[in-house]
Each structure stands twice: as C-alpha cells, then as structure tokens.
Nanobody
Framework: VQLQASGGGLVQAGGSLRLSCAAS????????LAWFRQALGKEREFVGA????????LYADSVKGRFTISRDNAKNMVYLQINSLKPEDTAVYYC???????????????????WGQGTLVTVSS
C-alpha cells in the first residue's frame, strides 16, 4: 500500500487541523493505521493508531483528548484531527500502515512497513 499525507500547515496555538492520508494499492480496512511525528532534532514518536476492527484508537498520553484518528474505508483515507494545538505539537507528521503489528506493539514504529512522506505542522505561540 502507498500512503500520501497532506493537510499540514501553520496554525496558531489553540487552533485545529485535520491531516489526511490517502492510501492506494491496498484497502485501509486491512491494516493497522497509525500516525507518528518527528520534531526537529528529536526522534520520531508515536501519536496514535487505529487497529483493525477496533473502535477504540490508541493514543499517546501527550495527545490524548486532543487528537482523533479515523478512517473512511469507502474513500480509502485515514485522518488525524488535531485540536487545541500547542507549540510542542510542531513536527512532521507521518501516516503509517502495518499488516503485521501485534496488539501489544501498536506503538512500535518498527512494525510499520508502509509510510507516507510526511506533512509539516507548525504551531505558533
């Protein structure tokens, strides 16, 4: 599956963005879908994931309550709604997909074989 992320931009603190990830070459319903982010000078970190057949997404503690992952199987899209943005949310955001990750390793990026190119979110204070 090929992934292409979009929707990033410059936004003021407290604002919102919706990131999109378009999938092709595979149905999103078949994969565990995740978002990761990487801030300048830092390692890439897990943001959240939507597991197959699971209506309860998994989120990193730092984004819980502000970020929402969803998927549209008909459009083959994955979304990340980001609310109450903070300057520390500034990063390149990546969508990723995995067909092999086990439940307990959902946040482990090593299990994700498919990655989008990333979209930059910049939050000004």
């Amino acid at each position: 599956v090929q992934l292409q992320a979009s929707g990033g931009g410059l936004v003021q603190a407290g604002g919102s963005l919706r990131l999109s990830c378009a999938a092709s070459g595979g149905a999103v319903a078949r994969y565990v879908l995740a978002w990761f982010r990487q801030a300048l000078g830092k390692e890439r970190e897990f943001v959240g994931a939507l597991r197959r057949g699971d209506s309860n997404p998994l989120y990193a503690d730092s984004v819980k309550g502000r970020f929402t992952i969803s998927r549209d199987n008909a459009k083959n899209m994955v979304y990340l709604q980001i609310n109450s943005l903070k300057p520390e949310d500034t990063a390149v955001y990546y969508c990723a997909a995995s067909s092999t990750v086990i439940y307990s390793s959902t946040a482990d990026q090593r299990f994700y074989a498919y990655w989008g190119q990333g979209t930059l979110v910049t939050v000004s204070s």
